[in-house]
Every structure is written in C-alpha cells, then in structure tokens.
C-alpha cells in the first residue's frame, strides 16, 4: 500500500529519519543513565573501596596486623598490597580465602600462635549498630574473626553505609556448630526465640557447620551473645558485643563516615 497516496497531501517521515530519531533519543537516555550514575549512586563496591582505602591509615608500617574476611576485606588486601608495599611486617588471617588473596598480593601471613598481640584487626561486617556491636559470619569465618578481634588493640571495621542499622538482627546470626551437636543447639536456638536454618553444604575452615538465625530482633546484643555462648556444641556465634568494633568506618554516596565508641 502507497501510505502517501493513503495520507493524501500530508507529510510521511521516512523510515530513516524514524530510525535516526529513535536512536538519538536511545542514546541519549542512557546518557542520562550514565550521568545519573555518577552524580548521585555510588556502586557498592566503590563505597565498599572507599571504607577499606581509609582504614589503612590505622596500619603502622613494620607492624603486624590482623586480617579479616569478605568483599570488603578483599579491597583492603588489595589496596593494603598496592599503597603500601612491602610496608607491614606481617599479617595474621580469619580465613583459608583470605590467605591465599594475600600470599597472591605478596603479603606475608604468619600464625596468631607466632605473632603475639595485635596492634589493629581490620574486617567487615554484615551489620552494626550504633554502639558498633556487629553481626558477622556472613562469610562463615566468625570463630577465627572473634579470636582475632580478641587478640587486637584497636578492631577497626570496614563497610558500606547500609550494615549500619538501628536494631541488630535483620541479617540471619551466624552459629558455628559442632556437626554432631547440629540437632541439638537447632532445638536450643529455636527456645531463644530465633527460626535457626542450616547453612547446607557449607563447612567452616574449622571443619564444622553453620546455622543461621532468622527472625530475631536483638535488642540485647550482650546478654544474647552470652545465652548463645552457653549452649553445648557451639563453637562461636556471630555476635560480636563482648567485643565490638572501636572504629566503624562506612563509605556511602558523600564519602567516608567514621564512628568510634
Ligand atoms: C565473614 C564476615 C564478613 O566480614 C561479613 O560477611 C561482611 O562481608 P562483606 O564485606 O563481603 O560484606 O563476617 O565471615
């Protein structure tokens, strides 16, 4: 069919013009996209970066640090190895992951049993509250993160704004488990009022299991973290108000954020 002669005298677009039009107006919306990108939202990893590049003016150069594990970790192995090379004595790790990414970087890993007290323990979190008591183990790595912790002056935690939150507990507690205890500390969680999963096919580098709680609101960190501690076959849980951070280092849209306590 002849659309001109259909449309008697009006104009008909070509099919090129339409074209061009349409991808003019294609391009330019994710233009638009791009900018909206970088002017307001940080990708998460970047804010992530940005908490771990601030926490390595805590490291003192010949000292030795202790090493956490996760996402946001991994950006401070990275930048730790880049900015400052060869600058630290030695580190002490939470996790058989974390190990290898430093051994790769060049950093030199040694036991806590050799290294003695630690001046610093830069790690993640999967939440903190405002006092900076955390929940951590998201990674499965809570029993060596806690020794650690316990065995350093200053825990400087590193993360993005969104683990900060008013109420611990919408992010599932992490339980290290003896295998052969998993049914009996699930009955026990269970009587505290959480909904305890087991994280399956998941074996800590402890060779043990995880059951994580859903559902608590801890609106008493302390004295669940010692009800917790009390269960047979419980290794550690994933709570850490005993010993929480000193530094809360967040990074978010405007930058870094520190809190201490
Ligand atoms: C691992 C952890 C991590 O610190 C926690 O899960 C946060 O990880 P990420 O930096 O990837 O968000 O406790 O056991």
């Given at each position: 069919m002849n659309t001109a002669g259909a449309l008697g005298n009006?104009?008909?677009?070509?099919?090129?013009?339409?074209?061009?039009?349409?991808?003019?107006?294609?391009?330019?919306?994710?233009?638009?996209?791009?900018?909206?990108?970088?002017?307001?939202?940080?990708?998460?990893?970047?804010?992530?970066?940005?908490?771990?590049?601030?926490?390595?003016?805590?490291?003192?150069?010949?000292?030795?640090?202790?090493?956490?594990?996760?996402?946001?970790v991994n950006h401070f192995i990275d930048l730790l190895a880049e900015k400052m090379p060869g600058e630290i004595e030695a580190a002490v790790s939470s996790s058989e992951a974390s190990t290898e990414r430093m051994q790769q970087q060049g950093i030199r890993v040694i036991e806590l049993n050799d290294a003695g007290r630690l001046s610093i323990y830069v790690d993640g979190a999967d939440e903190s509250s405002h006092q900076l008591h955390l929940i951590k183990g998201g990674g499965g790595a809570l029993t060596r993160?806690?020794?650690?912790?316990?065995?350093?002056?200053?825990?400087?935690?590193?993360?993005?704004?969104?683990?900060?939150?008013?109420?611990?507990?919408?992010?599932?507690?992490?339980?290290?488990?003896?295998?052969?205890?998993?049914?009996?500390?699930?009955?026990?969680?269970?009587?505290?009022?959480?909904?305890?999963?087991?994280?399956?096919?998941?074996?800590?580098?402890?060779?043990n299991i995880i059951l994580d709680i859903h559902g608590l609101r801890i609106d008493n960190p302390l004295e669940l973290e010692d009800q917790i501690n009390q269960i047979t076959g419980v290794v550690s849980v994933g709570l850490f108000a005993r010993r929480p951070a000193n530094v809360l280092i967040l990074g978010g849209d405007s930058g870094v954020q520190k809190i201490e306590v």
């Open positions: 009006s104009y008909v677009m070509p099919a090129g013009l339409i074209d061009s039009i349409a991808m003019t107006f294609a391009s330019s919306l994710v233009k638009m996209r791009r900018f909206a990108d970088w002017y307001q939202l940080m990708h998460p990893e970047e804010k992530k970066k940005i908490a771990a590049l601030a926490a390595l003016e805590y490291v003192k150069p010949g000292s030795i640090i202790g090493i956490g594990t996760g996402s946001t993160e806690k020794i650690i912790a316990a065995a350093s002056d200053q825990f400087i935690c590193i993360a993005d704004e969104s683990k900060l939150v008013d109420t611990l507990g919408n992010f599932p507690l992490p339980v290290e488990v003896i295998p052969m205890a998993r049914n009996l500390v699930w009955q026990a969680l269970k009587g505290l009022g959480g909904n305890p999963a087991w994280r399956e096919e998941f074996v800590t580098d402890n060779g």
